[in-house]
């Protein structure tokens, strides 16, 4: 076994630049395979051999450990979340040498996966309650538990002049379609809902709302035209600063705030990589990533 173990590590060595000088190469082979084909004797396996050995074995745990505590992170993320997430996954696993595999879809559809025995190591929800439910059903983390982002309300439309900046065109209504997302599945469609409401336009409006599962698919329905606007997250129009097409960033006062918060699932809770990432999410690199999307922390 212990020969075996030295000839892998030789071999992974002599196909990398950290091998030793070939000379010793050949002396600690010739020691360890036995006779050698011209004079049919042993190489003495010398204590600089053992020496040798031994520096081999500890450059092979230093450099491949790593590669060996690697983890794949399920990470379920609410779907307003997706642009940052993707930048944020990415940078942290050229960091931590984890991979991140990213599952998006509506809050209350990832709760439902989770209920039903989705592997998922962490949710990053749209809204504090859901986590918080998970907590008191023993099926997360409560310490674990943080607001990773406070999100923005946008009423959207990629013509330049069709929404205005106090979001009269509610109440003129001269529009066919108005998109949300699913009030009962997704923060955001009960956030426009109530927002509607607020402003007193909402069973007027009524007939003209086209919903979609999440707040990607209502983006989708105003982007390709389905919709000539819609209620969509800050995080999907903003850029640099800059909003594509006509916005009117809907007033904090008009809906419940969008707190959205991260948990560690209870079955997750031992593992290095769903813990570092959920460090990763508070680290500066991160935040500032969430922040160039329109998000408050």
């Known amino acids: 076994m212990f020969r075996e173990t030295v000839r892998m590590t030789l071999a992974i060595f002599e196909r990398s630049c950290l091998g030793l000088p070939q000379p010793r190469l050949l002396e600690i082979k010739r020691s360890i395979n036995g006779p050698t084909h011209g004079k049919g004797r042993n190489v003495k396996f010398s204590a600089r051999c053992w020496r040798q050995v031994a520096i081999l074995g500890l450059m092979a745990f230093v450099f491949l450990a790593p ?10 993320v609410a779907a307003n979340f997706s642009a940052p997430m993707q930048e944020i996954a990415a940078s942290f696993e050229k960091t931590s040498g ?49 607001t990773y982002a406070i999100g923005k309300l946008v009423l959207w439309s990629p013509k330049p002049a069709l929404v205005d900046g106090e979001g009269k065109v ?3 209504g001269a529009f066919e379609h108005l998109a949300i997302c699913n009030p009962k599945l997704a923060p955001y469609g009960a956030a426009s809902e109530e927002a509607m409401k607020a402003l007193g336009v909402y069973e007027m409006l009524k007939p003209k709302i086209v919903e979609g599962e999440n707040v990607t698919q209502a983006f989708q329905f105003v982007a390709s035209g389905a919709a000539e606007l819609g209620f969509v997250a800050l995080s999907q129009v903003y850029r640099r600063g800059k ?25 997750s809770k031992s593992k290095r990589g769903p813990d570092e990432l959920m460090k990763y999410l508070r680290s500066e690199p991160a935040q500032t990533i969430i922040r160039s999307y329109g998000y408050e922390l």
């Open 67 to 76: 590669i060996a505590l690697a983890e794949e992170i399920q990470l379920a």
């Open 98 to 146: 984890h991979k991140v595999k990213l599952i998006f879809g509506a809050t209350g559809m990832l709760y439902a996966e989770i209920k039903n025995g989705a592997p998922f190591d962490i949710l990053l929800a749209a809204d504090a309650e859901t986590p918080e439910k998970l907590v008191r059903e023993g099926e997360a983390v409560a310490e674990s538990r943080f």
């Open 170 to 172: 509610l109440k003129i």
């Open 243 to 267: 909003i594509q097409g006509s916005a009117w960033i809907v007033p904090a006062n008009l809906y419940s705030p969008i707190r959205q918060d991260a948990v560690v699932l209870t079955k």
